[in-house]
């Protein structure tokens, strides 16, 4: 029998220790992600990174993000920007760069498929 899968709370369940974020240009900004499930190329848990601003880059994969809490700006190497809160719903696909400016700490669920490195666009 095959059974759910399931977090009763994503917006408050314990995600785990935070380490330092690796990529950030901000001093002692950190993040934890937890994976609640994985099949073959398929993933998915929720993430959190504090205050702060780092850089991020999609390679081999793309991720479907649902901002749960907190508050950011996401911008894209043309310049091009856009706010994520509560509520945003994005995909970077592979290949995907940006920059993070996280105001609030911010939570998100997240979805990562990997792809054939041909098919990044």
Same mark, same amino acid.
């Given at each position: 029998?095959?059974?759910?899968?399931?977090?009763? !709370?994503?917006? $408050?369940?314990?995600?785990?220790?935070?380490?330092?974020?690796?990529? =950030? /240009?901000? +001093? #002692?900004?950190? &993040?934890?992600?937890?994976?609640?499930?994985?099949?073959? !190329?398929?993933? $998915?848990?929720?993430?959190?990174?504090?205050?702060?601003?780092?850089? =991020? /880059?999609? +390679? #081999?994969?793309? &991720?479907?993000?649902?901002?749960?809490?907190?508050?950011?700006?996401?911008?894209?190497?043309?310049?091009?920007?856009?706010?994520?809160?509560?509520?945003?719903?994005?995909?970077?696909?592979?290949?995907?760069?940006?920059?993070?400016?996280?105001?609030?700490?911010?939570?998100?669920?997240?979805?990562?498929?990997?792809?054939?490195?041909?098919?990044?666009?």
């Amino acid at each position: 029998m095959v059974k759910a899968t399931v977090m009763n !709370d994503a917006t $408050t369940a314990d995600p785990g220790e935070h380490q330092p974020k690796e990529t =950030s /240009t901000t +001093p #002692g900004q950190t &993040e934890v992600s937890y994976r609640l499930w994985a099949r073959e !190329d398929l993933r $998915t848990g929720i993430w959190e990174v504090t205050p702060g601003e780092f850089k =991020s /880059t999609r +390679p #081999g994969y793309d &991720e479907i993000c649902q901002i749960l809490s907190g508050s950011g700006t996401i911008t894209e190497p043309d310049g091009s920007s856009f706010e994520i809160g509560p509520g945003t719903l994005f995909v970077t696909p592979a290949g995907w760069e940006g920059h993070w400016t996280i105001r609030e700490t911010v939570r998100k669920m997240w979805v990562v498929k990997n792809v054939p490195a041909d098919a990044e666009q």
